[in-house]
């Protein structure tokens, strides 16, 4: 997007480039409305962050089109953060107060938590993941999260009141993440995660920048954003993906769980010691039937086209992923970097390829197992030689 943009106004002069892609403002004490100087100020999930001078300004240059959060924190302030739409223009958001930090001595109680080393191991593995790039991510400051393992619902908690601070060397960048909520559900196998990033990237040696420019490419081909973004340029094809639909229907020969649940309560009553247990017929009949998947699936082998998925809103820079089906969208080039996608509700991506209401869908596969240690900022640009 960014080679494009600078194709079309290649001849305007220079500072007026600068200014359409840029977002400025000013960040003001809320008690005083005095400037506050220092505080950084960042696109979440991008490269794109700057500090405030003496007076309080900031500009923000080089802005991708896309919908952002922008925050700004500062050493005694609350965090500020807040959407906005960039498409093209330059925008000011005004001032920007920030509220000090009310510091109240109180009675804290310190609970010692004996297994703090084995739920830090749980988070590491599922918020970083365990591909290569996962193993080349360090976490420099682990001291400052909060976790909490409920054993009764067998779900780990996290958060961080503080920026987390991650090295990953494969990519080339130091992460910069406020965790408002993480949430593993080990029942259910479901991982939800979100708070306040920002990507500063590593400066090395030019083998470094080579070895980091080849693993961002490899990590963007085949993901959700590559997928999303040739949506948009219409070149699901020219990308190498295919998009088919999955019909899922309940499974006829799977009985009913309440049915399968009273049959196995007769046959194992509570109380009685059922590790010694000879099965019978019947007992083997209705394990095995609890043990069949609750759903069938069908694959549909023609293609869907485009238009079957996804469509331009009303909306400028935002468009609709959606299918009242599952979809199957497999990258042509990889055969493990196939996912099948769920939607409770369509789901709306910007430029970016990023979608903005995340929990409209469910990822199964590739893009479901992909964590922290792959992700890259919403603005890279495969074409980009930085």
Not at 86 to 98: E, H, S, V, W
Not at 163 to 174: C, E, H, Q
């Amino acid at each position: 997007m960014r080679n494009l943009i600078t194709f079309f106004i290649l001849f305007l002069p220079a500072l007026a480039l600068a200014q359409s892609q840029a977002i400025s403002g000013r960040v003001l004490n809320m008690a005083n409305d005095k400037p506050v100087a220092g505080a950084t100020v960042f696109l979440d999930n991008t490269i794109v962050g700057i500090s405030t001078g003496d007076d309080g300004t900031f500009v923000l240059n080089n802005v991708r089109n896309g919908q952002y959060n922008i925050t700004v924190s500062c050493v005694g302030f609350e965090s500020h953060r807040q959407a906005i739409q960039f498409n093209d223009l330059a925008i000011n958001t005004g001032d920007i107060k920030l509220m000090p930090k009310v510091t109240a001595l109180k009675e804290v109680s310190v609970k010692y938590d004996p297994d703090r080393d084995r739920h830090l191991g749980m988070f590491i593995k599922d918020f970083l993941g365990s591909t290569d790039n996962a193993r080349q991510c360090k976490i420099k400051n682990p001291e400052i999260l909060d976790l909490d393992f409920d054993k009764k619902k067998n779900i780990l908690n996290a958060s961080t009141d503080n920026f987390l601070d991650i090295d990953n060397k494969a990519l080339g960048y130091t992460l910069h993440y406020q965790i408002s909520k993480f949430t593993l559900n080990y029942k259910t196998q479901q991982l939800y995660y979100e708070g306040s990033l920002h990507f500063e990237p590593m400066h090395g040696s030019e083998s470094d920048e080579k070895r980091w420019k080849k693993a961002r490419l490899k990590a963007y081909t085949g993901s959700n954003m590559h997928f999303l973004r040739s949506c948009i340029s219409n070149k699901v094809d020219d990308e190498k993906f295919t998009v088919r639909r999955i019909i899922r229907r309940p499974n006829d020969e799977r009985p009913p769980d309440s049915l399968i649940k009273a049959r196995l309560k007769q046959l194992f009553p509570p109380g009685r010691n059922n590790v010694y247990v000879t099965l019978t017929d019947s007992m083997r009949y209705w394990i095995n039937k609890r043990d069949l998947p609750l759903y069938k699936d069908e694959l549909v082998k023609m293609p869907l086209v485009l238009n079957e998925y996804y469509k331009h809103t009303t909306m400028p820079g935002v468009y609709q992923f959606n299918c009242k089906d599952l979809l199957m969208i497999s990258y042509n080039k990889d055969s493990d970097r196939s996912t099948t996608l769920a939607f409770s509700k369509p789901s709306y991506f910007d430029d970016n390829g990023v979608i903005i209401n995340p929990t409209s869908v469910v990822n199964e596969g590739y893009w479901g197992e992909q964590r922290v240690a792959n992700m890259l900022p919403f603005d890279y640009d495969p074409r980009s030689q930085d």
